[in-house]
């Protein structure tokens, strides 16, 4: 039995995780939303057509130190999990705040936020699980990028995209590079990776964007399953391309 923990799970891409993930009946799957006030009616509904007994739903604000170590608390405290330890732990859960803004108007508040959410939330998560031992030695940890967090996908787009959400995702990037290296001291049979799931019809892809949420969470989910120690710090299209940094 694999265990999964995915970050904001009551909608899009990450209710599209729980959806694949939770019909494999052999995996546990720990669904995670914002707070208890979260609407999670469609994630139950997702949960209970599965038949999954082994998905659950837990609060981790991913903005919040706090909830994220009470998350990591509760999670150790499960009593699904038995022994086990978390095998795929992917960061989904993500803020795009004014799209309009760009480099020249940039909302240090709005900014921060997204930093907060984008970057150190998904630094800290990881933290916390590892320091309560949490993650399995071949721990796989899978950061939820963007094409706008690569330099050259961005040089591209005239003219450029969400700048705040942009430059948040491009410091993600960084994150994961450093983390690649950095838990290889802990767990050495550890791999980190990025990817970029397309541009996918949810509230922050929009009505236009090309991808349905199941052929692009099919896809990463393929790449997430044959990650090898030689891909630790690679940067993936969900395709299964490389994105040049
Ligand atoms: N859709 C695209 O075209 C696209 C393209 C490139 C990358 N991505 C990336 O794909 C991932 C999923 O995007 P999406 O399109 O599914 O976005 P979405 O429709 O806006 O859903 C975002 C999810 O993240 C959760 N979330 C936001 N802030 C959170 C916080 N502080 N703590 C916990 N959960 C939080 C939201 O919960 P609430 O319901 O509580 O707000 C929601 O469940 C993100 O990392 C995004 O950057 C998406």
């Known amino acids: 039995m694999s265990v999964y923990v995915v970050t904001g799970t009551n909608r899009g891409i990450g209710l599209e995780f729980i959806r694949q993930l939770s019909q494999d009946h052999t995996n546990i799957v720990v669904a995670c939303v914002r707070s208890p006030t979260s609407d999670v009616g469609n994630l139950q509904s997702v949960i209970e057509e599965s038949k999954n007994h082994n998905a659950i739903i837990l609060d981790c604000d991913i903005s919040s130190a706090e909830s994220i170590n ?94 705040g959400y942009s430059i948040s995702k491009a410091a993600l990037n960084m994150l994961a590079v450093h983390q690649a290296e950095d838990i290889k001291s802990h767990l050495p049979g550890a791999v980190v990776a990025l990817v970029d799931p397309g541009w996918v019809k949810t509230d922050m892809g929009g009505k236009n964007a090309i991808y349905e949420p199941s052929e692009s969470v099919g896809n990463m989910l393929k790449i997430l399953h044959d990650l090898k120690e030689s891909n630790n710090g690679e940067y993936f299209h969900h395709s299964g391309r490389n994105v040049p940094w």
């Open 70 to 163: 009470r998350f990591v608390e509760t999670l150790g405290k499960q009593k699904i999990l038995a022994d086990q330890k978390v095998d795929f732990l992917i960061h989904n859960a993500a803020l795009n705040l004014k799209p309009e803004m760009n480099s020249l108007n940039l909302e240090p508040d709005v900014v921060h936020q997204m930093i907060t959410a984008n970057v150190l939330g998904p630094a800290l998560l990881t933290s916390a699980l590892l320091t309560a031992k949490l993650l399995s030695p071949k721990v796989r940890i899978f950061h939820i990028s963007s094409g706008l967090g690569s330099m050259a996908v961005s040089l591209d787009h005239k003219p450029r995209q969400s700048a």
